[in-house]
Nanobody
């Protein structure tokens, strides 16, 4: 089992920045690829970003590419999502996820964080 605990998030004005963190415990963190997803009210949960076990390769949705950065610190068992130039449409509940397989598909992730709210005001 892998437990994922998220922190960060909150309310920010458009154009501002936030960083989300997700710390893992229970298994060797570096064995897992990590992803971030988000779910806006009334919508499905969608892929935001992913990073490989070693952190050498990252993937982004088109909607956040160039504004968000995913990174990880395997010594701290933590993955981060740095969000810059935030827009009101970035408002959502954000979730981190872990799996031994690299994927951008939500249902393939086995372990999930508890979610954290990001609200961007215009």
């Amino acid at each position: 089992q892998v437990q994922l605990v998220q922190s960060g998030g909150g309310l920010v004005q458009a154009g501002g920045s936030l960083t989300l963190s997700c710390t893992a415990s229970g298994r060797t963190f570096s064995n897992y690829h990590m992803g971030w997803f988000r779910q806006a009210p009334g919508q499905d949960r969608v892929f935001v970003a992913a990073i490989t076990r070693s952190g050498t390769t990252t993937y982004y949705s088109d909607s956040v590419k160039g504004r968000f950065t995913i990174s990880r610190d395997n010594d701290k068992s933590t993955v981060y999502l740095q969000m810059n130039s935030l827009k009101p449409e970035d408002t959502a509940e954000y979730y981190c996820a872990a799996d031994s397989l690299l994927t951008t598909t939500e249902f393939r992730y086995k372990y999930w964080g508890q979610g954290t709210q990001v609200t961007v005001s215009s």
